[in-house]
């Protein structure tokens, strides 16, 4: 099973047979390498964690694309994008309590939440925002007409005899129940330059046999910064050696 990073937290897995896609979303920074619309096409299904902008910008344009595939969602997510012309028939609305079978995979949504963004991460993109106001007006607007409605999932996928718990961002849901033996922890490190202490209960808990990170990279700027992996990394080998770390190069697939 192979794991691709498309920047953000766009992520696709492939079994050899049946392609998922998570997220998908082709970043606004032209610096930085960005993958293409047409690299989202041909998979078998997409889901999403939640509406903010920066997890479903892009598939107004990828229905278009590709006018075969389904997309699981909440409700909001849903809503928001029926407004921006994407046919209803084209959604599974996903409950957080069912199982989900597409080839061999059997998903499972799992409630969670957002993470809070803390001020020392807003105090470092106050420059470049004063500076890129045309841009940061712009990210305001977009992320005022793509909520989220507190409707965060995460998802558990199975499939090859192995378990993956992918996060679009991170914060533990309280009544939620979240799976024991995770293969694959994919981890979004966006939001905060705390994200270790946030993340650290959760790793010594379900201790998952590797943790791959996404959603560090400079998006949407001005509002976004690319966040250092290597206070979550040097964490994660002090704690847990035995847990292999994987920080992800944009579309080169990693093998599970």
Same mark, same amino acid.
């Given at each position: 099973?192979?794991?691709?990073?498309?920047?953000?937290?766009?992520?696709?897995?492939?079994?050899?047979?049946?392609?998922?896609?998570?997220?998908?979303?082709?970043?606004?920074?032209?610096? *930085? $390498?960005?993958?293409?619309?047409?690299? @989202?096409?041909?998979?078998?299904?997409?889901?999403?964690?939640?509406?903010?902008?920066?997890?479903?910008?892009?598939?107004?344009?990828?229905?278009?694309?590709?006018?075969?595939?389904? @997309?699981?969602?909440?409700?909001?997510?849903?809503?928001?994008?029926?407004?921006?012309?994407?046919?209803?028939? #084209?959604?599974?609305?996903?409950?957080?309590?069912?199982?989900?079978? *597409?080839?061999?995979?059997?998903?499972?949504?799992?409630?969670? #939440?957002?993470?809070?963004?803390?001020?020392?991460?807003?105090? =470092?993109?106050?420059?470049?925002?004063?500076?890129?106001?045309?841009?940061?007006?712009?990210?305001?607007?977009?992320?005022?007409?793509?909520?989220?409605?507190?409707?965060?999932?995460?998802?558990?996928?199975?499939?090859?005899?192995?378990?993956?718990?992918? =996060?679009?961002?991170?914060? $533990?849901?309280?009544?939620? *129940?979240?799976?024991?033996?995770?293969?694959?922890?994919?981890?979004?490190?966006?939001?905060?330059? @705390?994200?270790?202490?946030? =993340?650290?209960?959760?790793?010594?808990?379900?201790?998952?046999?590797? *943790?791959?990170?996404?959603?560090?990279?400079?998006?949407?700027?001005?509002?976004? #910064?690319?966040?250092?992996?290597?206070?979550? #990394?040097?964490?994660?080998?002090?704690?847990?050696?035995?847990?292999?770390?994987?920080?992800?190069?944009?579309?080169?697939?990693?093998?599970?």
């Amino acid at each position: 099973m192979k794991i691709t990073w498309y920047g953000t937290a766009t992520i696709g897995i492939d079994d050899g047979k049946t392609k998922l896609l998570f997220d998908p979303f082709v970043r606004m920074n032209k610096r *930085i $390498e960005t993958t293409l619309i047409e690299g @989202f096409a041909g998979f078998d299904a997409v889901f999403i964690t939640h509406g903010h902008f920066d997890h479903i910008y892009s598939i107004p344009e990828l229905a278009e694309t590709d006018k075969s595939v389904p @997309f699981y969602c909440t409700e909001t997510p849903k809503k928001t994008l029926m407004k921006e012309g994407v046919s209803e028939n #084209r959604f599974r609305v996903i409950r957080p309590d069912e199982e989900i079978h *597409i080839g061999d995979y059997t998903i499972r949504p799992r409630r969670f #939440r957002h993470i809070v963004f803390d001020p020392v991460y807003i105090l =470092t993109v106050v420059p470049k925002s004063i500076m890129m106001l045309s841009k940061l007006f712009k990210v305001a607007y977009l992320n005022r007409k793509m909520p989220e409605g507190g409707e965060i999932v995460a998802y558990e996928i199975e499939a090859e005899g192995k378990k993956i718990f992918l =996060t679009g961002s991170f914060r $533990e849901h309280p009544e939620e *129940i979240y799976p024991e033996d995770i293969d694959l922890l994919i981890l979004a490190n966006g939001g905060s330059v @705390f994200v270790p202490e946030k =993340t650290k209960a959760f790793i010594d808990k379900y201790k998952p046999k590797k *943790i791959f990170v996404d959603h560090f990279d400079d998006a949407f700027p001005p509002v976004t #910064r690319e966040v250092s992996v290597e206070r979550l #990394r040097k964490m994660t080998e002090k704690n847990h050696p035995e847990i292999e770390f994987i920080i992800p190069e944009v579309c080169k697939a990693v093998e599970l």
